[in-house]
């Protein structure tokens, strides 16, 4: 970004990403979801022609852009209907982490294929005892002589149908989950995570299909690793580098979730506009009464604002002020959740009943949207964070 405008490049991105997310459209994104199949053919392609490893380094296969430009592409594929979960994972995640942390032979070996799609890795840190406190996770690595043994529990993991390796959050061995206090009853718990690729095929790696009410080709998965054997050179990074490394992945995630959200709000803004300037049943069509036009234009700054926000984030993740990009991060995701939920049922409410009738495609994306406002991170803990580093308010938690 240059004064509040993107560069050249990326508009032209944005728009070639836009081509071909309207060559499928939102159609085949329903369509697939229906029938339980994936949005394979639309990986490939975009793979193919370069926009899920555009931020991957260009001597491993990628387009040597930054989170910014994956955000561009993430948001113009929703934008027009089709959503693809995994970028926030695969690319996003695993692969700035393994760009940023991992030793060159493991950049050669995984980053080729995740830039043109031939590879895909999920992500996992949820705990069905944790929940947003990741801080209690218990996945534990133990050391082995032919490596690491991985044993415990991740739920609500997204493509694991999908990956071929799991980026896993664990503790070491030697990690306390609960440090010991002059009480004797244990004190705060702080995380001090080591990250592994374990491939999917691994012995002892299992996941369960969780029943959810939202219809999409990605679906969601409890894991369990038994005992899961994986190599020395498994691990990501420095098993005690701590959470620094961790969080180079979670803060592209922020960014690349709140582009999820935003593409999602232009295409329901757009489905309402367009339906309020064609739906005539007294003298003037409907979008003329302010009652429609209000809450219409509110969504229009509020998609703008959270837009605005994401490429801040971005600017700064991508400038190494990684505090700030942090603190940036955080308020996109909060403002794009917001933005969506809002700009769904808005344009649910313009239509009226039709806006229920999966014709006009919008009732299909009320689950979706509200996900918006949980995950990756939920609005209540963004909240938390902002009280707490930004305002300097006393911990609540």
């Known amino acids: 970004m240059n004064n509040f405008t993107e560069s050249q490049e990326r508009l032209e991105l944005r728009k070639a990403v ?19 199949r994936k949005t394979t053919e639309l990986w490939q392609e975009a793979g193919k022609l370069g926009y899920l490893g555009v931020a991957v380094p260009e001597e491993f296969g990628g387009g040597g852009g930054d989170i910014g430009d994956l955000a561009a592409v993430c948001e113009e594929l929703a934008a027009a209907g089709n959503p693809l979960l995994l970028m926030v994972v695969s690319p996003a995640i695993v692969g700035t982490i393994i760009a940023q942390y991992g030793t060159q032979e493991q950049k050669e070996r995984w980053l080729p294929g995740l830039a043109d ?25 133990y050391r082995d002589a032919d490596g690491w043994r991985l044993k415990g529990t991740k739920t609500y993991i997204s493509g694991v149908d999908e990956a071929s390796h799991v980026l896993v959050v664990a503790r070491t061995e030697d990690a306390r989950t609960v440090p010991p206090s002059p009480d004797g009853l244990g004190g705060t718990p702080h995380l001090k995570p080591a990250l592994f690729l374990v491939p999917t095929d691994s012995k002892g790696f299992t996941y369960n299909e969780i029943d959810m009410g939202i219809v999409s080709p990605e679906k969601q998965f409890t894991l369990f690793f038994d005992d899961v054997l994986v190599p020395a050179d498994a691990l990501i990074g420095s098993e005690d580098a701590g959470i620094e490394q ?10 690349m979730g709140a582009s999820f959200a935003t593409g999602t709000a232009r295409l329901a803004l757009a489905k309402a506009t367009e339906y309020a300037k064609e739906r005539q049943v007294w003298k003037a069509p409907i979008g003329s009464h302010q009652a429609i036009a209000h809450p219409l234009a509110e969504s229009f700054i509020e998609i703008e604002m959270a837009r605005l926000m994401t490429q801040k984030a971005a600017a700064l993740y991508v400038s190494g002020d990684f505090m700030a990009a942090g603190e940036a991060a955080n308020m996109a995701k909060y403002a794009a959740g917001e933005a969506v939920c809002n700009a769904v049922d808005r344009a649910i409410q313009t239509h009226g009943g039709n806006g229920l009738a999966n014709e006009y495609g919008l009732v299909q994306m009320l689950a979706g949207s509200r996900l918006s406002r949980i995950a990756p991170v939920s609005r209540e803990m963004v909240l938390n964070f902002i009280a707490q580093f930004s305002l300097g308010l006393p911990k609540s938690y």
Do not use: C, Q, V, W
């Not at 836009?18 to 339980?36: H, P, T, V």
């Not at 947003?132 to 996770?137: A, E, P, Q, V």
């Not at 961790?246 to 922020?254: D, K, M, Y």
């Open 18 to 36: 836009a081509d071909l997310g309207k060559k499928y459209g939102r159609d085949y994104f329903e369509k697939a979801a229906k029938e339980g």
């Open 117 to 141: 799609g031939s590879s895909t890795f999920a992500f996992s840190i949820t705990e069905p005892d944790a929940g947003s406190n990741s801080h209690k996770i218990i996945t534990t690595a």
């Open 246 to 255: 961790l969080f180079a992945g979670l803060n592209p995630e922020r960014i």
